[in-house]
């Protein structure tokens, strides 16, 4: 694994992305459609902020009394935005940064995935840890007699 190469070379590039005025049910949804566990919020092209299944969910069962009420989770799905749910402040990366400096975030922050934008503001793909893993699980060994005695 060449850990110098760039973020590009493993990013993902086809991302599912809201809007700001987006409301929850379409964040449930492409949640409920999609092997995937965050969501960049972006205004015409640029990245704003971030949604994470987690804090999703999170919200969706906030105030336990009420989380089995279905007219509660109807009007959150409805009526709230993405921009009130979303994580505004991202650690981000460039196209250009290297692999290593993503390990070194993920490692010293509790991110899950990076998302990784052009110096103006436009996002371009994401990093996760899970990309990450998928790398070091296609490397194969120079020797592998030696590996795998």
């Known amino acids: 694994m060449n850990l110098f190469a760039p973020v590009s070379s493993i990013m993902s590039k086809n991302l599912y992305t809201v809007s700001t ?3 929850l049910s379409t964040v449930k949804e492409i949640f409920e459609t999609h092997s995937i566990h965050h969501i960049p919020v972006v205004h ?7 949604i994470s299944k987690t804090d999703f ?12 009420d279905q ?10 935005k993405a921009s009130e749910l979303m994580v505004k402040r991202l650690g981000k990366l460039e196209p250009d940064d290297r692999i290593n400096v993503a390990i070194e975030v993920f490692c010293k922050n509790l991110f899950h995935a990076l998302p990784v934008v052009e110096a103006n503001g436009e996002l371009v ?11 070091l699980q296609a490397e194969k060994p120079e020797h592998p007699e030696e590996v795998y005695q």
């Open 57 to 68: 969910e999170h919200f969706m069962g906030g105030m336990s009394h009420f989380k089995d």
């Open 21 to 23: 005025e987006d409301t």
């Open 44 to 50: 015409v092209r640029q990245l704003v902020g971030m």
């Open 71 to 80: 007219f509660v989770n109807e009007h959150r799905l409805n009526h709230v």
């Open 125 to 135: 793909g994401m990093v996760t840890t899970f990309d990450i893993l998928k790398m």
